[in-house]
């Protein structure tokens, strides 16, 4: 149980396109995801918290209108890189917590490799 | 800010030896500590999970430790194996949010 899948795991993107990436959590109901970036040899840095049917929180020097977040469902959340660029190039990494899981582990998704050319 | 530390970044050991891989945190104000896998291009594989108010987790070859007063996590491995050649990183949990260290790259050779 807790399986938290992620599309598409990689994408090649050209510079000013936008790009969405989906976070599905399988097999329970996620009223909380988040949304990790990862560079090369660097920590996972936290970039949004999104909860189901309200606005993401996101975290200090993120911006907010590059990267769209959505949380639609209990089960679906969408990250949107707006106008990509090489910068963005990264590795993204979504998570949940689940009501069956102790208070505050998180479920993690297999990642979604992004290159902007 | 919270900040976790992991000393050293890389560490290379021979098959079978017993290793303690290291995590320090600055604030002490934790929920929990969790320790992930993550192999090459891939997310991550949650190992052990340690509540605040525990000393230790155990699953297989695998023990943490959490000493909250001092501010450090140590994951045992014994007998290690080549398939266990990962990056293994920590991460302590607060405010609803994860504060991860860096990893530690480890890699067994047979």
């Known amino acids: 149980g807790a399986v938290v899948s992620q599309h598409p795991s990689w994408v090649i993107c050209k510079s000013g396109t936008s790009v969405k990436i989906e976070c599905r959590s399988l097999?329970?109901?996620?009223?909380?995801m988040f949304w990790y970036r990862q560079f090369p040899k660097q920590s996972l840095m936290l970039m949004a918290t999104?909860?189901?049917?309200?606005?993401?929180?996101?975290e200090q020097g993120v911006e907010k209108d590059k990267f769209l977040i959505n949380h639609a469902s209990l089960t679906l959340s969408t990250l949107t890189v707006t106008s990509a660029h090489p910068e963005d190039s990264s590795f993204y990494i979504c998570s949940a917590t689940s009501p069956r899981g102790m208070a505050y582990e998180q479920y993690f998704g297999p990642g979604t490799r992004l290159t902007v050319t | 800010k919270q900040e976790v530390t992991q000393i050293p970044a890389a560490l290379s050991v021979p098959e079978g030896e017993n290793l303690v891989l290291n995590c320090s945190f600055t604030d002490s104000a934790i929920y929990n500590l969790q320790w992930f896998r993550q192999d090459p291009g891939k997310g991550l594989t949650s190992l052990l999970l340690?509540?605040?108010?525990?000393r230790e987790q155990t699953s297989g070859r695998l023990n943490a430790s959490l000493d909250k007063s001092s501010g450090r996590s140590t994951l045992y491995i014994a007998a290690s194996q080549p398939g266990d050649s990962a990056t293994y990183l920590c991460?302590?949990?607060?405010?609803?949010?994860?504060?991860f260290g860096k990893g530690i790259t480890l890699s067994v050779r047979p």
């Open positions: 340690i509540q605040s108010s525990q």
């Open positions: 999104s909860n189901e049917g309200s606005k993401a929180t996101y």
């Open positions: 097999d329970f109901q996620a009223t909380t």
């Open positions: 991460a302590t949990g607060a405010n609803s949010k994860l504060t």
